[in-house]
């Protein structure tokens, strides 16, 4: 072999793999929510940023693939393994234990992040908080387990009320749990509650119908992903009906909404960023502990207030973290 011809071989050889490397395509993400884009791609926003602390970028040294069910739970086991089909590295879920379910239903050993708003080992999702096991790990939101303490706040802005509408979702878990713990609250304030219930768009319509029918003076939204995607509809509704009603997420605020009380989602969701790159590093979920929420902040719509003829409670605006105005 000549030397010119030996030096070229060399030459190619040694930036092959350079060449190759570079052509590795990048650890996948899959997200896939039970709600709407339209509604939550905040969210996105608050674990895209979780992700960079990290150190991934997407784009850069990572992709993320999103699917979003648009309330419909029966599309969540096509998306997860449309997601698997495509190799991802973690499987992100959020809006409930639906979501979380059809992931590790179809899968025992990709590592699965996920949210929800009620006790994930009561749920069968984990077996402890400190010591997950398995494949999965998250956040745990503490959203079904306020509802009692919202309609506290709602009675207290609107303390004549004496009948209040309780909208829940007859397909999402917790919702017995929750309409048990609501009623058991509202015996103890004196208040006599309504049950309404919707699983569709053309439901929630009819059920803020029935609730002014049954001349409910105040509405309790559950804490419900569903709900969370439909959030301009049922604050349009509460203003045509001329209803306080009081939900779990400040964006409902700023829909117009008069009152919220829970958990920061988005800052929720920076977490659940967190714990993916944590596990494109590595570490194990069994090994990451399930995170429970500790802050809730209350938002007041002041706005909306004196919309409905109402005077905000002096106790009220001095617990409130943020009023809107």
Not at 168 to 192: C, H, K
Not at 265 to 273: C, K, L, S, V
Request: aromatic residues 6%.
């Amino acid at each position: 072999m000549r030397r010119r011809d030996f030096i070229t071989l060399v030459g190619c050889t040694a930036v092959w793999p350079l060449a190759a490397y570079a052509q590795q395509p990048l650890p996948l993400i899959g997200f896939v929510h039970v709600g709407s884009a339209k509604a939550l791609g905040h969210l996105v926003t608050g674990f895209r940023q979780g992700l960079k602390e990290t150190g991934y970028i997407e784009g850069q040294n990572v992709a993320l693939e999103l699917r979003w069910a648009d309330g419909q739970t029966s599309r969540l086991p096509e998306m997860v393994a449309d997601l698997l089909r495509r190799h991802v590295a973690v499987l992100v879920t959020g809006g409930g234990e639906a979501p979380v379910f059809a992931a590790k239903a179809a899968t025992s050993t990709i590592p699965i992040v996920f949210s929800m708003g009620n006790d994930p080992v009561q749920a069968g999702v984990v077996a402890s908080f400190s010591r997950p096991g398995g494949n999965a790990t998250g956040v745990n939101l503490l959203t079904a387990e306020l509802e009692a303490k919202r309609l506290g706040l709602l009675h207290q802005m609107a303390p004549k009320v004496p009948i209040v509408a309780h909208l829940v979702d007859p397909r999402y878990a917790p919702t017995e749990a929750n309409i048990q713990n609501v009623a058991a609250a509202a015996r103890e304030m004196g208040l006599q509650i309504v049950v309404i219930k919707a699983s569709s768009e053309t439901d929630i319509d009819g059920a803020l119908a029935i609730a002014a029918e049954k001349q409910a003076g105040a509405l309790l939204v559950a804490a419900d992903p569903f709900f969370n995607s439909r959030r301009d509809q049922i604050v349009a509704l509460a203003q045509r009906y001329a209803i306080p009603a009081i939900f779990e997420q400040r964006e409902f605020c700023e829909a117009g909404g008069l009152m919220s009380y829970g958990t920061s989602i988005t800052d929720a969701y920076r977490q659940m960023g967190v714990y993916a790159g944590k596990m494109l590093k590595g570490e194990k979920p069994a090994d990451l502990p399930v995170v429970q929420a500790d802050k809730f902040t209350l938002i007041i719509n002041l706005k909306t207030a004196k919309s409905l003829g109402l005077t905000v409670p002096q106790g009220l605006l001095d617990a409130a973290d943020e009023v809107i105005e």
